[in-house]
Every structure is written in C-alpha cells, then in structure tokens.
C-alpha cells in the first residue's frame, strides 16, 4: 500500500502560522488533483484546499484569504501555508491525492496520508 506523508503540524497559538507538507513522491501517473482535507473531533472529514494538476486552486470557505496550497514543480509534493490560525482550524489534516486510473467507474485512484495533528491555542 502506498500511502503519503504528511508533515508540519503542531502547537500555535490563535493568530500564529503553520506550513504543512505531503511527499507524494511515489504518486505515479498523472495526478488529477491534490489537496488538503481535516477533521476535527467529532466532526466529518472536510475539504480545506485543493489544487489541479493545472494548477486552479479552491478553498473551503472558511479558509480563503488565510491558507494557500501550493505544489512544487514536480507536483509531487503539495503544501499548505497556514496564517492567522484559529481555535476552529484545530483538527487532523490529511493529505489527498486523486490519480488518473483507467478502470471504471470513476477512472481515478485516491489516496490519503494518515494525518498530520494541527493544534490551536488560546
């Protein structure tokens, strides 16, 4: 099984920054997308940011304006900027990547990382 890695979590207090990162090195084949999902407890794994193999970036609501994802030139690695953190973006974050399959139905393979804690203090 093939599984990413996160990194870059941590403890901040409200109004600091983070930078998250996956290694999606051995993503082979064409990656339709990457991006950056979290849950917090008790709540259901949400979308925060996903970015296109061609580049078009989309943010959950409650996140533009304050995080920014980003991949290197590879897109094998895929990042996400955090500022101005708050209490509410405390949850686990975990990396996604959708990769071009040719089998049916869907014609894609997802994979996630097994998440990196995000911490944020009053």
């Known amino acids: 099984q093939v599984q990413l890695v996160e990194s870059g979590g941590g403890l901040v207090e409200a109004g600091g920054s983070l930078r998250l990162s996956c290694d999606a090195a051995?993503?082979?084949?064409?990656?339709?997308?990457m991006g950056w999902f979290r849950q917090a407890q008790g709540n259901e794994r949400e979308l925060v940011a996903r970015?296109?193999?061609?580049?078009?970036?989309t943010y959950a609501e409650s996140v533009k304006g304050r995080f920014t994802i980003s991949t290197d030139n590879f897109k094998r690695s895929v990042y996400l900027q955090m500022n101005n953190l708050k209490l509410e973006d405390t949850a686990v974050y975990y990396c996604?990547?959708?990769?071009?399959?040719?089998?049916?139905?869907?014609?894609?393979?997802?994979?996630w990382g097994k998440g990196t804690r995000v911490t944020v203090s009053s």
């Open positions: 970015i296109t193999g061609g580049g078009k970036s």
């Open positions: 051995r993503m082979f084949g064409t990656i339709n997308d």
């Open positions: 996604n990547v959708r990769v071009a399959s040719p089998r049916p139905p869907t014609y894609a393979n997802e994979y």
